[in-house]
């Protein structure tokens, strides 16, 4: 149970090597890839449908993201988790802000020339994939610790998964990402967030057992 977590993480990770690999290399598979997605995700396309898409696709965005963060992060504190928060904070930072851009400027991937809305930067990974699978996979994570109801923990599951899966179709369907982009967000951010939620289990167990032991000192 307690190497399951890292299990999937390194799983994740695999997974996302292989697709940079492919964009990196310049593979065939990578643009029969985003071509077959392209082709079911980007179909009636209407101005309507784009600005709701457009307004929508912010929840994964970098200002959503941080301004959420800080809330956890101060709730946390005042139930008097301050390790917690700054574990949360440290992860959310480092997994869905500072991976992908430091991948961005390695990978220099350009942005897909049939946008519809304007995006600078590079193209790979998805920084809004990665950013909403770490952030509310990790919000996610803690609800699903507080609540004793399986079907609750289902639905938080479900819910998070919804929000970071619309993410992922919203950035395809503007034309600012390539469908391989989306899926390596999402694969690196789960990498960052299931290692994450292995080292909380250690770090809890460590506290625990030094409890413990000034318990009985």
């Known amino acids: 149970m307690k190497k399951t977590p890292f299990i999937i993480s390194g799983i994740a990770l695999l997974g996302f090597i292989f697709f940079m690999t492919g964009v990196m290399t ?16 980007r179909v009636g396309i209407t101005d309507t449908k784009t600005t ?14 941080c301004i959420l963060t800080v809330v956890v992060i101060i709730a946390l504190v005042v139930m008097r988790k301050v390790d917690t928060a700054i574990w949360f904070g440290g992860i959310v930072l480092i997994g869905g802000a500072l991976i992908p851009s430091i991948i961005k400027n390695i990978v220099q991937r350009p942005r897909p020339t049939y946008k519809l809305i304007e995006q600078g930067g590079y ?16 919000l996610a994570f803690f609800l699903i610790l507080y609540v004793s109801h399986k079907w609750l923990r289902y639905t938080i599951g479900i819910l998070a998964l919804g ?5 992922m ?13 989306v899926v390596a967000g999402f694969l690196i951010g789960n990498a960052v ?9 250690i770090w809890n167990k460590k506290l625990a057992l030094w409890a413990n032991k000034f ?3």
Do not use: E
Request: charge should be positive.
């Open 123 to 138: 193209s790979f990974p998805s920084g809004h994939s990665t950013g909403s699978t770490v952030f509310y996979g990790m």
């Open 215 to 217: 318990k009985k000192a």
């Open 52 to 65: 709701v898409i457009s307004y929508l696709t912010d929840i994964g965005g970098v200002a959503t993201i």
């Open 26 to 41: 310049g593979a065939k598979w990578i643009q029969r890839f985003d071509d077959y997605w392209n082709s079911i995700i």
């Open 163 to 167: 929000i970071v899966v619309f993410v």
């Open 193 to 201: 967030l299931f290692s994450g939620i292995g080292c909380y289990f």
């Open 169 to 181: 179709y919203s950035r395809v369907y503007l034309g600012v990402h390539f469908p391989s982009d």
